[in-house]
């Protein structure tokens, strides 16, 4: 069992940056891959990016490639999104989440665990 908490959204401008953080409760976190989805009003929620329970392999979405890049800390229970050059598109709630398998994947209904989200808000 894992429980996620996030934190680091915010409103910022066109251009700027924000970190975003996950806290994981559990003693086999590191037994998890963790991805950062998104979802914004009206939208399905995406895959953004994703990393291996080693931190060796790290996935994104195309549309945020060389813009955003996910850590983990495993020795803090930790899953970071640092998100740079951010555009209005951008703008969504953003969830953590927790896979009990080594592998990443994009599709939203093979995470079995999920975080509240944190609003990121991104203004032209």
């Known amino acids: 069992q894992v429980e996620l908490v996030e934190s680091g959204g915010g409103l910022v401008q066109a251009g700027g940056s924000l970190r975003l953080s996950c806290a994981a409760s559990?003693?086999?976190?590191?037994?998890?891959?963790m991805g950062w989805f998104r979802q914004a009003p009206g939208k399905e929620r995406e895959f953004v990016a994703g990393?291996?329970?080693?931190?060796?392999?790290?996935y994104y979405v195309d549309s945020v490639k060389g813009r955003f890049a996910i850590s983990r800390d495993n020795a803090k229970n930790t899953v970071h999104l640092q998100m740079g050059s951010l555009k209005p598109e951008d703008t969504a709630v953003y969830y953590c989440?927790?896979?009990?398998?080594?592998?990443?994947?994009?599709?939203?209904?093979?995470?079995?665990?999920w975080g509240q989200g944190t609003q990121v808000t991104v203004s032209s």
């Open positions: 990393i291996s329970w080693s931190g060796g392999s790290t």
């Open positions: 559990g003693r086999t976190f590191s037994r998890y891959a």
């Open positions: 989440a927790a896979r009990d398998n080594t592998i990443v994947v994009v599709t939203p209904r093979a995470w079995g665990y």
